[in-house]
Nanobody, 125 residues
Framework: QVQLVESGGASVQAGGSLRLSCATS????????MAWFRRAPGKDREGVAG????????RSADSLGGRFIISRDNAKNILYLQMNDLQPEDTAIYYC??????????????????WGRGTQVTVSS
């Protein structure tokens, strides 16, 4: 059974940085795309950034202004999210996900079939 486990969430002040990690256990299909999503209090789940492994391409939400960078260590099968210049509006639970997802749907949560339990990020002003 495939499991995704996020880590790295913390409480930081505005302007700070964090790096989230998502470790994979089990026999995950290495062709799966992987992505980060977040859910802020009272809001819908939002796509943050994703990597389409088969196409060697990644994308992130335009609203982030390039502050967040997704990467993957294929040897260790760990997904990362580097978050810079964090702002209070970035406060959310951050989830990683995996699935047979095309590049065009990377930031859409619907086609992902494996999810982690999330890690909390809190940004204070």
């Amino acid at each position: 059974q495939v499991q995704l486990v996020e880590s790295g969430g913390a409480s930081v002040q505005a302007g700070g940085s964090l790096r989230l990690s998502c470790a994979t256990s089990g026999d995950i299909d290495r062709s799966y795309s992987m992505a980060w999503f977040r859910r802020a209090p009272g809001k819908d789940r939002e796509g943050v950034a994703g990597i389409a492994i088969s196409q060697h391409a990644s994308r992130s939400a335009d609203s982030l202004g390039g502050r967040f960078i997704i990467s993957r260590d294929n040897a260790k099968n760990i997904l990362y999210l580097q978050m810079n210049d964090l702002q209070p509006e970035d406060t959310a639970i951050y989830y990683c996900a995996a699935g047979p997802v095309s590049y065009s749907l990377l930031l859409d949560p619907a086609p992902y079939n494996v999810w982690g339990r999330g890690t909390q990020v809190t940004v204070s002003s």
